[in-house]
């Protein structure tokens, strides 16, 4: 007999993160025989570095396995603490550091904490689907900024003025983005410095993919001056240290807001995993050697996949500047094989042709007519998916 439940409307407005949602039905139809070439999720296919996982072991060895404290272990959040006084030029001192498990804790909590009904949230569009997610599980107003490729999936400055207004408590930054892996300028992060500090708005700077970064220096809005005191800096291990199932993140803020997020922690979580924030201790004071390499082969992998996506009739795909991601433009396909829509494209490339890819359109509806691809895959699987691909879209 169905349950017939009645549900709070803030699941309503929840959204979800779509990649989850795809590694579902890939599994499914792995545990069915299939044979799947998988781009579809943002997790790097290399190993976590040996000093990390014997810490760990370590520790874990030692029975400290117990709760620790709910904004992370002095330690950890001292190490956090210099390496973004090395890296971002500002003095960060361990009170104004929260670990949490994954970084994307701390894009909800920042929402929970600034935003009330009534109140107005930016973020990018197409971008990460959980800035949506949480603005609007709050009862506020997602304000999509838009990023179009004619503009090098960076804002238009203007469009981005006229979005913001007295209602306006937070924006959302991503750079290198997700879905694009493009960057903001200098000239991008100052108008948006100028924005926040005249209309006393804090800004969240998502920087998961700081060091995966092929050309030029990494620059974080928290460096600018007066940005500081109303920054909330996201960071973490999955992507760099190739952790993803070891959920380690971490945000850096003013410690008024520090005090309000660790509240946060200790209602939902209680405390990050007590031996995992030990090996992050060891992932960023120990050697960065497979880090390096990892991203050299990411950056060797991402002029694979773009030169091969260009060479498939119908595609067009811009050369991304970070992260591992590719943003291939696949809008003639669709007119050419009178697809409604990106999501049509991928469900046929997943059934039909064995490639797991993620519509444009699951990062936000101005990323319709795009695909996301992730080049976090073995150089073997990009060349033969996208041979597969090439001759799947010809019968088109």
Not at 1 to 27: C, D, Q
Not at 100 to 118: D, E, H, Q, R, Y
Not at 281 to 286: T, V, W
């Amino acid at each position: 007999m169905m349950n017939h439940f009645k549900y709070s409307e803030a699941l309503g407005r929840m959204g979800t993160e779509t990649s989850f949602l795809m590694g579902m039905r890939v599994a499914e139809l792995e545990r069915q025989g299939r044979k799947l070439i998988k781009f579809h999720i943002g997790q790097p296919d290399f190993p976590t570095p040996e000093h990390v996982k014997h810490e760990a072991i370590k520790w874990i060895n030692q029975d400290y396995t117990g709760y620790t404290e709910s904004n992370g272990i002095y330690d950890l959040r001292e190490a956090i603490a210099q390496h973004i006084t090395k890296t971002r030029g500002v003095e960060i001192d361990p009170a104004e550091v929260v670990v949490t498990p994954g970084a994307k804790m701390i894009l909800f909590g920042a929402a929970l904490m600034l935003l009330n009904p009534g109140d107005e949230g930016v973020y990018p569009n197409p971008g990460y689907p959980i800035y949506e997610s949480a603005i609007d599980i709050t009862g506020a107003k997602s304000v999509p900024v838009i990023l179009s490729e004619e503009n090098g999936f960076c804002f238009e400055h203007e469009k981005f003025k006229a979005l913001v207004n007295k209602k306006t408590k937070l924006i959302y930054l991503n750079s290198p983005s997700n879905p694009t892996g493009e960057v903001l300028t200098k000239n991008d992060l100052k108008l948006v410095r100028d924005l926040a500090v005249d209309n006393d708005i804090v800004v969240l700077s998502d920087e998961i993919y700081s060091r995966i970064l092929y050309e030029g220096k990494h620059e974080s809005i928290i460096s600018m001056p007066g940005m500081k005191e109303r920054t909330i800096l996201v960071d973490g291990f999955s992507k760099i240290y190739a952790m993803t199932g070891w959920r380690l993140g971490y945000g850096v803020m003013p410690k008024e807001l520090a005090k309000h997020m660790t509240n946060v922690a200790i209602n939902i979580y209680s405390c990050p995993t007590s031996f995992v924030q030990k090996a992050g201790i060891a992932a960023l004071n120990g050697p960065q050697t497979a880090s390096e390499k990892m991203v050299a082969e990411f950056k060797r992998r991402r002029e694979a996949m773009v030169e091969g996506l260009n060479e498939i009739e119908g595609v067009t795909c811009t050369l991304p500047k970070g992260a591992f991601y590719v943003f291939p433009n696949v809008k003639h396909i669709l007119r050419k094989g009178k697809m409604k829509s990106s999501v049509e494209l991928m469900d046929k490339l997943l059934m039909d042709a064995g490639i797991a890819t993620l519509s444009g359109t699951y990062f936000g509806k101005y990323g319709e007519g795009y695909l996301r691809l992730s080049y976090a895959a073995s150089m073997e699987n990009i060349k033969k998916g996208l041979e597969v691909m090439k001759a799947y879209v010809e019968k088109l």
